[in-house]
């Protein structure tokens, strides 16, 4: 039909934690959703998966993007931006970007991370 039902998983070290709403029929859906999560001294990395929800068979994998922990210490500050997305399928063409904001908050309780799913293109 031209367009997708989208939504994201989000992994900590293959794990999913998070699901976010789906966008109904776009190709340029907007989340604006904030999550927090605590994060284990020992998480190698995030993962954010780009779905496209079907009713009559299985979801289908957009595409995916992953940020290890060197990654994030690389931006003590956080990051925000335009991720591409890349493909988990060997044999499937990717194309399209994933917008989001990460935090790693430290604090005495240990660290957490905050991510905020915004949009995707």
Request: aromatic share 8%; charged share 30%.
């Amino acid at each position: 039909t031209g367009s997708s039902d989208p939504y994201c998983i989000v992994k900590i070290d293959n794990e999913a934690i998070i699901r976010t709403a789906t966008v109904w029929k776009t190709l340029s859906p907007f989340w604006g959703e904030e999550y927090e999560v605590h994060l284990q001294p020992s998480f190698h990395s995030v993962s954010f998966y780009v779905m496209d929800e079907d009713a009559l068979s299985r979801d289908d994998v957009i595409g995916k993007v992953c940020l290890t922990r060197d990654m994030l210490a690389e931006h003590p500050k956080g990051f925000s931006g335009w991720l591409s997305l890349s493909e988990v399928d060997p044999d499937e063409e990717v194309q399209g970007e994933i917008h989001l904001r990460i935090e790693v908050l430290r604090s005495e309780a240990g660290r957490r991370l905050c991510c905020t799913v915004l949009e995707a293109r």
